[in-house]
């Protein structure tokens, strides 16, 4: 199952892809921030939305 994981305050896409990646990868990725808006990202989750990609 797709993958996309987004920046909850600016909507930027971290992650995106077929395979599963844990979040701290993810976190890891981006040395701990957006990219796009620069929020500090967080390995608690807040508000998760699960929904199929098209």
Not at 24 to 53: A, T, W, Y
């Amino acid at each position: 199952m797709p993958q996309r994981v987004i920046c909850q305050q600016c909507g930027c896409i971290l992650h995106e892809g077929p395979e599963l990646k844990p979040p701290d990868e993810i976190l890891h990725m981006h040395n701990g921030k957006c990219p796009k808006c620069g929020k500090k990202l967080s390995l608690i989750p807040i508000n998760v939305d699960v929904n199929p990609v098209k």
